[in-house]
């Protein structure tokens, strides 16, 4: 856990970076979530033990030419949209020890983390990770971030200068009991809960100062090798005809992400004065399986890594472990290990995402119209 009583004190205010594509006049990005946008806050938790994915190669072969912690080949969601503010990668929470790993901003996305509470989970006889954490831990981290590294100065105008990534998040909400084996007619249920955990969040950072906040939904279940061979069907009417990807699991998708549009609606009627903006990852991502070579890719929904099967996916052979295959180009593939995406697809998806957002900032003014 990061000591952070080791933290300096103080902050020099940093002046305004202005890029050629960048979004807005933003000093610092603050994300949360899960593994694809975990920048290598669970690797710090592992400590020495690399048995776990992202923890050796192959991920991190592509751009970092190392494992650093991120479920891909190379870059997440959250690298991406750092490029697009034209701001560094965002520091792990965990791995910073002084005020010159923050001068940016902090990354407190948990590979594994839930959106909901996990006492939600034990009291339905559901096991969780405990060291993964979930959301509301996350914002905790940030309040503390905020109270002891920024004691002497204004955090509000800190704050309210920031660009805010609240997600990808709740994707493992619905992944761990369905590894269980428990029927998705039952965790339909559980998506409220998981939407008021997001919303709880979203709060909690406009009552700290945030105006800017990015909530992206989830990315399409139906088309990941994880569910495409847990739930391998005979049944022609299950599969999406022009993609290959199973219906009902991208309907629950997009259940999710219709209660989320439908209360970030209201967060904007209860915070007028915050920017509240909804991520399309779904749209953007489902738009790579319907024209896969018109983006570059050849088998999208095959794992560049993994076991076995026709999707290259093996519930007991993960990637990177004795036995499993690795794609000699992942840049072919949307799929990196069955769960997580590769950097050429986590690059589509986020230019898909930000080019959207670019239409609704009016330059330093940090506006949307």
Known sequence: MLCIST?????????????????????????FGDSLTDTGNFKHILGNDTSYIATHLPYGETYFHRPTGRYSDGRVFADYFA???????????????????????????VGGATAMNHSFFKEKGISVDPRVGFLAQQIQWFKQLLNVTYPDLDYR?????????????????????????IPFRDIYTFVPGAISAVSSSIKELILVG??????????????????????????????DKKTGCIKWLNEFSN????LLKKELHKLRQLYPHATILYADYYGATINIFKSPKNYGFDTPLVACCGGDGPYNFSRSVNCGDAGSRVCANPSKYVSFDGFHLTDAANKVIVDEVVKKLHKKFTGCKRQFN
């Open 7 to 31: 933290m300096l004190t103080t902050l020099t205010v940093l002046l305004l970076i202005s890029f050629p594509r960048s979004l807005g006049c933003y000093t610092r990005m603050f994300c």
């Open 83 to 109: 490029e697009a503010l034209g701001l560094p990668f965002p520091k792990p929470y965990l791995d910073g020890r002084t005020e010159m790993d923050f001068q940016f901003g902090a990354n407190f996305a």
């Open 157 to 181: 105008d800190i704050v309210e200068r920031s660009f805010f990534l609240v997600g990808e998040i709740g994707a493992n909400d619905y992944l761990i009991p369905s590894a269980v084996n």
């Open 210 to 239: 945030a105006k800017t906040l990015v909530i992206p939904g989830l990315v399409p279940f139906g088309c990941a090798p994880f569910y495409l061979t847990m739930f391998q069907s005979r049944n022609k009417q299950d599969y």
């Open 255 to 258: 259940y999710h992400d219709k």
